[in-house]
Structure formats: C-alpha cells, structure tokens
C-alpha cells in the first residue's frame, strides 16, 4: 500500500506516494536530484528553477543512457568470451575424443 513521502528539492517541499520498501531509493533519489540542481544554481544565478530542473533531468538522463551503453558493451563482450571459450572446448573435446 502506499504511503506519502515528503520530499525538499531545490528549497520546495514535494509530497509523492510510493511503497514502503522504496522509501529509501525514492529519498535517496530526491536527494541526488537537490544536489544536482544546486550545483546548477550555484553555476547560474540567473537560471529559473524551471530550467535548473530540465537541465539536472538532462543530465540524469545523458549518465543513465551512457551507464545502459556501457552494459550493452559489457553483454556483447562477455557473449563474445562465451562464444570463445566455447569453441574452444568444443575443439578440446573434439581432440581428447579422438
């Protein structure tokens, strides 16, 4: 069931649902989200909070997108070292076999 969650970003108070077991990750996440766009208040006084949020969100998701591409890499190259390995069992085996 869920259970509201008070959260302050960037000096606002939010209150959002989410379920008791992600509370943690839920305020973890708000708190990685406040220090992001402090860092770019701090850079850009001038900047609406409008913009601060796009541009943390842009950053967030840029570091999402570039951590998915590197467990792309990271499965195609395991998948390969599988693939390998595997022939050269089979070429072992073919050769103990004999």
């Known amino acids: 069931m869920s259970e509201p969650v008070a959260l302050r970003i960037a000096d606002r108070e939010y209150t959002v649902a989410c379920e ?7 305020l973890d996440a708000a708190r990685m989200l406040d220090s992001r766009m402090r860092d770019i208040r701090s850079a850009n006084r001038m900047a609406g909070i409008d913009r601060i949020a796009v541009l943390a969100a842009l950053n967030l998701a840029h570091e999402l997108m570039q951590a998915r591409r590197g467990e792309d890499d990271q499965q195609r190259d395991i998948a390969l070292t599988l693939d390998t390995l595997s022939r050269k069992l089979d070429r072992l085996l073919a050769i103990v076999g004999r």
């Open 20 to 26: 008791p077991h992600e509370r943690d990750s839920l």
